[in-house]
């Protein structure tokens, strides 16, 4: 029979909506990012109708606040001279390291600011925003005065560049979504947005000279249903599409800059282009006929090389440049497939005749082109770090995304630099181990894990270190469809970002991240942003059981918790302080669920868990080769510790993985055992390299020395689901048990990854 454990987890958030009595400790100092110094004082400052504004330069940084107590109070603060009950600009630092550097003083009768620049201001403001209420935020919150605790702030950014992505290509977002993002990224800092408009599902940006990239290349015919990497893939059947006028970006490009956000735009060349081959063939090195792509993924069919369509080009770039203001045009340059290339006797004839080696030094030469056109006009380009191959662009910025060589390398080589290594920046990757997660690309970037990123990298000098810019978080769209899922996705690990930009990397602390976070979060409620909340989920660590089974030991990042803990079989509750709980002995397949309450803030938090609590639960186990370091999240423990990893996802920690090595690991089971039945899984996912082993053998031994087989499983021919579960009968009396699976192998040319070693993930490893 299963046992069924049902925990909950009472959590208090005191959040500053409650008024304060005589000091200022109900309204606790929860600024994201976190200043370079903070001073506390005594008091506060009081909003409200007679407020005063002395700011003889007019700065549009109060005009934003005027706005913000518009919306919330109904009326206008007003411009004026005072002693008292007045927010004062005192004049702009000349002795500060940036324009975006900050003092305020809040005092009981008055509010001071002083900046490095007009962006210093609006950070002034962006501060103060955060040092109200959260009810502030509110449309029409019905309160006259607010309260703002007195406090002396210095602050100055960390880098110049702190920026968010956002893919339109995959799915398109209104107007309106993209100005709540750029508001978003204001409230914490961060001051470029990088528009990803163009890719081979969809170009988004109306272009004049070019009608049928609007009328065509901004519509496919259906999208995928599920996963890219389901099998079979199952479509929708539903066209899809849309694109920005030039007036709604130039519209989008006024209101960032207003907030201090500069856009920049992308438009990717010379692969991710099959929507522009769809409307203009004649692009191509081949005839086509092409479409719109339906599915994700890397498309063969690229820009080819030809005067035409560097004519093309320049002509979009140019409109491009009139729409967008930024000092960088980002032109991508990530995954573009040379076998298009490789067989045109166009391109082949073209690297002989400009002297290249190969077809990387051609996209490099094709880069080189654009590069020379944009900086004739003034702008400069960043590319994927994929534009190091064949040689870098003289005047190039890179974007190291691969992780964080290319950015190394760039450094290295005097180029700049903005650090968003797919390990700690790509937002589309699950946030949550939790099964319920909704459907995401793949891998596992929790928010703890987001926060503890250093932009530069230790292999670095202090002069290289120089050249790096900044930090961004990307937001691919595949399976980010809503507003809503967008928002849920990029918050509050983009955040965490904003924090890894502006506050130096010695003074960040998790802890105390998450205590602000918890008190900011209620801000991000009242502007209604539909953000995670996994700061709150109950976390989950299974260890070996002393006598046999494992131990399950829960926890949360809220200090102020309690667990009530219910046997759903005898209901018999027991209380227990979460923070000293041991944890629960398991030696019987279980299941629990856990959730949590929050006082201030809605929660569903819910983690479940089936325990299949077998022979080799919680027994020592060793391997021949460690997995592969990206993927060793759980450890050896992963391997026994009763949890079946998910089947739609092989980055959830339970699933381990190598790549080039056999997995073999031995089990002991501490004394003969009568043994029955071995049983595993191994996921399946060839687009992204992923390949079911060849054959899996199953030995046994009395000593940890002479083993014999005694069992082999090989029938994975033509398997088409995600995971495949194997299982051995046996009849054996055995202390040690063997388990050897033989990787794929190459994969065959042709397919997703040709020419490379196939990985392989392994899952729990049960014997009954």
């Known amino acids: 029979m299963q046992k069924v454990l049902i925990l909950f ?48 330069l007019g700065n549009k940084a109060f005009e934003f606040l005027n706005l913000l107590v518009k919306n919330t109070s109904g009326y206008e603060l007003k411009s004026g001279e005072s002693t008292e009950n007045v927010i004062e600009f005192i004049g702009f630092q000349d002795d500060v390291a940036s324009n975006e550097s900050y003092s305020l003083d809040i005092q009981e009768s008055k509010i001071e600011i002083q900046a490095g620049g007009p962006q210093g201001v609006f950070y002034a403001i962006q501060t103060l925003r955060q040092l109200l209420p959260p009810d502030f935020e509110k449309s029409n919150a019905g309160k006259d005065s607010w309260l703002i605790p007195c406090v002396k702030i210095e602050d100055s950014p960390r880098f110049s560049y702190r920026g968010m992505h956002l893919d339109v290509g995959r799915h398109y977002f209104s107007v309106d979504f993209i100005k709540k993002y750029i508001d978003l990224l204001a409230l914490f800092k961060m001051n470029r947005f990088h528009w990803h408009l163009t890719e081979d599902q969809g170009w988004r940006i109306e272009i004049k000279q070019y009608p049928k990239l609007a009328e065509i290349s901004a519509f496919r015919k259906e999208s995928v249903v599920g996963h890219n990497n389901d099998k079979p893939r199952k479509m929708d059947g539903k066209r899809y599409g849309g694109f920005y006028t030039q007036e709604e970006v130039k519209e989008v490009v006024k209101y960032a800059q207003d907030r201090f956000v500069t856009v ?55 409109e491009v440049m009139e729409l967008f203001p930024s000092k960088y045009i980002h032109i991508g340059g990530d995954e573009c497939p040379k076998k298009r290339w490789e067989e045109s006797a166009f391109c082949q004839d073209l690297i002989k005749k400009e002297g290249l080696k190969d077809e990387h030094e051609l996209q490099s030469w094709f880069i080189q082109r654009i590069e020379k056109f944009l900086n004739s006009k003034g702008r400069k380009i960043i590319g994927w770090d994929e534009i190091l191959e064949g040689g870098l662009a003289p005047d190039a910025t890179v974007m190291s995304w691969r992780g964080v060589q290319g950015g190394i390398e ?33 891998g596992y970037l929790p928010l703890e894990k987001v926060y503890s990123y250093d932009p530069i990298p230790e292999e670095l000098t202090e002069e290289e270190a120089k050249h790096i810019l900044g930090v961004q978080g990307n937001v691919w769209t595949e399976y980010i469809k809503t507003p809503e899922q967008c928002e849920y996705m990029a918050f509050p690990r983009g955040i965490a970002i904003a924090e890894n930009g502006w506050t130096n990397f010695d003074q960040k602390d998790y802890d105390d991240f998450a205590s602000r976070l918890a008190n900011q979060l209620p801000r991000l409620e009242a502007l209604e942003v539909n953000f995670a909340k996994h700061i709150f989920d109950v976390n989950y660590k299974i260890t070996a059981a002393e006598g046999g089974g494992v131990a399950l030991a829960l926890s949360t990042r809220s200090k102020d918790c309690q667990v009530v803990f219910s046997d759903e079989l005898d209901k018999n509750p027991v209380t227990l302080n979460l923070l000293e709980t ?98 595993t899984r191994f996921y399946n996912a060839n687009g992204p390299w992923v390949y079911l082993p060849k054959k899996v053998e199953v030995f046994v031994s009395e000593d940890g020395k002479d083993f014999k087989l005694v069992g082999e499983f090989a029938d994975f021919d033509g398997v088409e689901a995600s995971v495949k579960a194997v299982e051995i009968e046996l009849k054996e009396n055995a202390r040690f048990v063997k388990v050897k699976a033989h990787r794929y192998g190459i994969i065959p040319e042709g397919r997703p990854g040709g020419g490379n070693e196939a990985w392989l993930f392994v899952d729990e490893m049960m014997i009954f």
């Open 582 to 679: 041991n944890p629960v002995i398991i030696k019987e397949p279980t299941r629990v669920r856990a959730s949590t309450l929050c006082e201030n803030l809605s929660t569903n938090n819910i983690l479940e868990l089936f325990l299949n609590v077998n022979k080799a639960s919680g027994k020592s186990i060793d391997w021949t080769t460690p997995p592969h370091k990206n993927y060793n999240l759980g450890g050896k423990m992963a391997l026994v510790n009763s949890i079946s990893a998910s089947d739609t996802r092989f980055s959830d920690g339970e699933w381990l993985a190598w790549n080039g090595e056999d997995f073999e690991a031995t089990i002991d089971l501490g004394e003969l055992t009568d043994i029955s039945m071995f049983k």
């Open 264 to 318: 920049i735009p992308e438009i990717e060349l010379p692969g991710h282009s099959q929507a522009v081959l769809a409307a203009y063939p004649e692009l191509a090195c081949t005839e086509g006929p092409f479409e719109v792509a339906t599915a994700w993924g890397v498309m063969e069919d690229v820009f080819c090389p030809k005067e035409e369509t560097f004519e093309f080009l320049e002509n979009v770039l140019t």
């Open 9 to 56: 987890f009472i959590i208090s958030i005191f959040s500053c909506q409650n008024e304060p009595s005589n000091s200022n400790t109900e309204m606790p100092i929860s600024i994201i990012p976190k200043p370079a110094k903070v001073e506390k004082g005594n008091g506060y400052f009081t909003l409200n109708k007679e407020t005063k504004i002395n700011s003889k």
């Open 410 to 442: 760039a450094a290295k080589q005097k180029h700049d630099v903005i650090m968003t290594p797919t390990s700690f920046c790509y937002l589309d990757y699950y946030q949550s181990r939790n099964p319920n997660e909704p459907l995401a690309i793949g």
